[in-house]
């Protein structure tokens, strides 16, 4: 067999969600060489009221859960059971899911080494179309008592691989597993070899579900990694879950370099808006400080508002709203500035700081606004946005690590104009440059990476 002890799991839930539903049974059959086979389950009371479509599927009702412990009153024989074993369950992000929540909300870690049913159905059957529990049921005729009951459906597992040492050699079903359990799991409705088939380059990527548009957008300079990192990690973000849930394709485009592939990532986010971007708001979150209007406090400006002409009294850029606040706070901490004539508290008399002696007093009169105000400019200084610091356009060339591919990008005032490929399209972007937009990640990414990049000013 395939490891010291395995782990045959399942769980009966209030539904499919593994950070909002709650676990309603757990069922594991464990199988130890040296001791054997020893089976398990319990109701668990979901604490909360399981919907009538789920009591329907599982047979597992209100009233069954009622006088049934709660996760965390079993939380250490599951522990206990599963410990040191293989977990080995049916499309096992799920199972795996449910419990590193259920554990987490119990302040615990679990972790095991896990391996998928369906995955390891698919590497050996490759032709068979389905692979859900009922298609492998049929298929390799397995008894099937208290189906959709979590023991019932544990013990369905360890018969399919039973079935499997019967049909198959034992070379290729343990090839077949150490395969699995070394590669980075994928939702499975994925094509067992969608990773293998992307390149360890830089560029952006997108995950698609059952719509034209895309789900998400991201940029790598490692597309593999990346995206592998999007299902693989020990503990998948409420984003993450989701988007393994609705993915059914994932599309690629290379890029010579890591500006490239942010210059095509920003652009398509704009464009294509997909919704899981949206709910991370990453790009849009950045923001400059401004101070336009002093001495009142600073004001808060993101990309589209900024002139890249006038970058004067403009600092930053901050990963967002919060970022830019407590770079305040620590400046005010550090140079006995006024909480109030930051505007990082609303109040009249003395500031927050003022009371704990760190404000010079602009809020009592004890210092001028204009005073307070050059002050702040000088605490700020070291963040002033800079001006641009070529007479005009400039082509920056990103070369690939083989030297076979290269893209030219080409910049005026810290705002990206076009990328080309040959001369003819460089020459195309010179003689009709289009109005760029100033972007404040963009300005971050060229202030970091010009000084290594070689930059060919031009005259036009
Ligand atoms: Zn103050």
């Given amino acids: 067999m395939f490891a010291p002890a395995i782990a045959f799991v399942d769980l009966e839930t209030t539904g499919a969600t593994a950070s909002a539903d709650r676990i309603t049974e757990v069922g594991i059959v464990r199988v130890d060489d040296a001791v054997g086979v020893s089976e398990w389950s319990s109701l668990v009371d979901p604490e909360r009221s399981i919907p009538p479509a789920i009591q329907a599927l599982t047979g597992i009702t209100n009233a069954m859960v009622a006088g049934a412990p709660t996760f965390g009153q079993i939380a250490e024989q599951v522990a ?34 896990v ?80 990773l293998a088939t992307i390149p360890e ?15 998400y957008i ?26 393994s849930a ?78 830019a606040r407590a770079t305040l706070r620590e400046l005010a901490a550090n140079a006995r500035l ?18 704990v002696r760190r404000c010079a007093g602009v809020c009592v009169g004890a210092e001028s606004r204009e005073v ?11 963040y002033a946005l800079r001006r641009w610091p070529y007479p005009g356009m400039i082509a920056v060339r990103e070369a690939d690590i083989t030297g076979e591919r290269s893209d030219v990008h080409v910049f005026r005032d810290w705002c990206w104009l076009g990328t080309a490929r040959d001369d003819a399209a460089l020459q195309a972007i010179v003689d009709v440059p289009p109005r760029g937009e100033f972007d404040l990640d963009i300005y971050r990414l060229l202030v970091k990476q010009l000084p290594r990049l070689s930059v060919i000013p031009l005259t036009s």
């Fill in 201 to 215: 380059a830089p560029g952006v990527y997108r995950f698609y579900g059952l719509n034209p548009l895309p789900l």
């Fill in 372 to 382: 307070h105000a050059a002050r702040l400019r000088d605490a700020l200084s070291p």
């Fill in 115 to 194: 391996l998928c049913t369906v995955r390891l159905s698919r590497r050996l059957y490759p032709d068979a179309g389905r692979h859900n529990l009922d298609a492998v049921i049929q298929r390799h005729r397995l008894a099937a008592d208290d189906r959709h009951r979590a023991l019932g459906d544990a013990r369905i597992l360890w018969s399919f691989v039973q079935a499997l040492y019967r049909d198959r050699p034992t070379e290729e079903i343990e090839s077949a597993i150490a395969r699995i359990l070394r590669t980075p799991s994928l939702p499975p409705q994925l094509p067992a070899n969608a």
């Fill in 338 to 355: 006024c909480w109030s004539a930051l505007g990082l508290e609303r109040r009249n008399g003395p500031c927050f700081a003022r009371q």
């Fill in 246 to 323: 609705e993915i059914t394709r994932i599309e690629i485009e290379e890029t010579a370099g890591e500006l490239g592939a942010l210059l095509r990532e920003s652009q398509l986010i704009k464009t294509l808006l997909p919704v899981y971007n949206h709910h991370l708001r990453r790009r849009s979150g950045m923001v400059a400080l401004a101070l336009a209007h002093e001495p009142a406090p600073p004001d808060y400006v993101n990309s589209s508002s900024i002139d890249p002409a006038a970058l004067d009294g403009l600092y930053g850029p901050f990963a967002s709203r919060s970022k």
């Fill in 218 to 243: 991201g940029k790598s300079i490692n597309l593999r990694e990346r995206i592998a990192s999007h299902f693989s990690s020990d503990y998948l973000s409420a984003n993450d879950l989701r988007l």
């Fill in 80 to 113: 206990e059971r599963i410990a040191g074993c293989v977990f080995v369950a049916h499309n096992a992000r799920f199972d795996y899911g449910f419990l590193k929540h259920e554990f987490a909300r119990l302040g615990r870690a679990f972790t095991a080494k």
